[in-house]
Nanobody, 125 residues
Framework: QVQLVESGGASVQAGGSLNVSCGAS????????LGWFRQAPGKAHEAVAA????????YYADSVKGRFTMSQENDDVKVYLHMMTLNPDDTAMYYC???????????????????WGQGTQVTVS
């Protein structure tokens, strides 16, 4: 199983920005869908965004649309989530996860992802 490792979480002030990343121990092209989820205390996992590693197409939850941007540079194994205009509601543990199938109908379905990272904490004052 490929290891996913998130990094970049931190405590930031409301209105600030933060860039977190997700790296894979081994790049496998068939793992086409890389998603970001977050979990606030006492809450279920919430889909944030997803990217197709093949086409770089993205999807975003309504709650972060226009504020968060997901990207992966060509020839770079790392995937990034750039978060702007952060507010306290964004406070959560942020996880990256992967699966094979890229689909506009299933990108946000937590149960369809089969490999998860350990998470990185984002705290907004």
């Amino acid at each position: 199983q490929v290891q996913l490792v998130e990094s970049g979480g931190a405590s930031v002030q409301a209105g600030g920005s933060l860039n977190v990343s997700c790296g894979a121990s081994e790049y496998i092209a068939s793992r086409n869908c890389l998603g970001w989820f977050r979990q606030a205390p006492g809450k279920a996992h919430e889909a944030v965004a997803a990217i197709s590693r093949l086409t770089r197409a993205t999807y975003y939850a309504d709650s972060v649309k226009g504020r968060f941007t997901m990207s992966q540079e060509n020839d770079d194994v790392k995937v990034y989530l750039h978060m702007m205009t952060l507010n306290p509601d964004d406070t959560a543990m942020y996880y990256c996860a992967e699966k094979n199938t890229w689909s506009g109908r299933t990108w946000a379905d937590v149960g369809t992802y089969d490999n998860w990272g350990q998470g990185t904490q984002v705290t907004v004052s």
